[in-house]
């Protein structure tokens, strides 16, 4: 079914934008493509490698809409700044928020989510599916105009028949960036996942280790995170106090607080700086807790500490962190040591590692990271998003 076919069956306007043009670059065809993912794109807001490779497909020429599901009327129950950005311009709506890339949300009174609550998670299995059959004007617009349309792991793998529904011609490429166990996705994600991931065009992992834990059946294709070279290449102003030590954490996944706060005990003239993670106990003098910042505003923290802190609370199902963790990437990508437990199989030569039960030399370990010497090598390998946002194109376009 060609494109205006499409739209016209579903009484939607005619977009024109990318068809048959080139990339700004010149290098291939330019693609129109829709992200469904639970991520928002906003100011201020954490950012994950959906991001980075959105941004990368926009400034490469792309026409890139950025769709937010899994928020709701129900939000502001559990973080009211958030449902607050999103309403203000990009509810039921796309927003302009760089060139050639939009960025909207679905903001129905109430969506399915996934819970740690058992009776719950058993009336999911309807709500989910529910939830997942139906977008607004402003979202079916730019799935039945889409080449391409990415679904990152998570709430948004609800949505796959219905996309495919509307452009059944459209390639499809799973982003999973997560075991879904791992993240307490709720046992229909699950499902949902073992069921479609064969009919998706392309399954897009940053480590093999995932691809392996993955359901049988997906075409695999392992391309690991990336860095914003551009950004950490830039000098940035040093954010700590003249003559401080001070060490790093960034991100949520799988926090291990408990850990931090030992390390914090241990070394009371080290300054520990936790970005992104929620504290639930009590908080030690020489540690400082921001919450959730802008990426850019977090960048002068590690390109200036002493060492970086990759603490997970993990089990052998989900090593497959070390792989696709992007905080590591980052960490080496600006020369850091690295602290890290020892369940993780991290070969490059900043790892320090500890006992992930029982560890007691925690002055030991600190006093090793302080002592070594910030290397360059550290980061050999490493991608940048572009590259990272070029081989995923190519993946997902692939000839099977």
Known sequence: MREADRESQLGLPVTELGKGAATEDGVGPRRKIVILTSHVFLRGYRKASVHFVASRWAEQGHDV???????????????????????????????????????????????????????????????????????????????????????????????????????????????????????????????????????????????????????????????????????FDREQPFPYATGSRNAVSIGNMLFDEATVAAMAAAAPDINFHIFGAHWRGSVLPNVTVYGERAFESIVPFLQHADFGIAPYRLTKDEIYLAESSLKLAQYSYCGLPILLPDLIPFTRANAIVYRLDGETAWREKIDMALAMRRSSAFREGILTWDDVARQTLDAAFETK
């Open 65 to 231: 809409h950025f769709l937010t599901i899994g928020h709701s009327w129900l939000t502001p129950l559990k973080d009211r700044p958030r449902f607050r950005a999103l309403s203000e311009r990009q509810a039921n709506q796309f927003e302009t928020v760089a060139p050639n890339l939009r960025a909207g949300a679905y903001l129905p009174p109430l969506h399915a989510f996934s819970s740690g609550n058992r009776i719950l998670n058993a009336a999911n299995g309807m709500l989910f599916r529910l939830y997942g059959n139906y977008l607004p004007r402003f979202a079916r617009s730019a799935l039945a105009a889409a080449d391409l349309v990415v679904i990152e792991s998570g709430s948004a793998l609800a949505f796959f028949d219905y996309a495919k529904s509307l452009n059944p011609e459209t390639r499809t490429l799973y982003f999973c960036r997560d075991l879904l166990r791992s993240v307490g996705a709720a046992p229909v994600l699950q499902d949902i996942q073992a069921a479609t991931i064969g009919r998706f065009d392309t399954v897009c992992v940053p480590s093999e280790r995932l691809g392996a834990l993955l359901p049988s059946g997906g075409r695999i294709r392992v391309i690991p995170q990336g860095v914003d070279a551009v950004l």
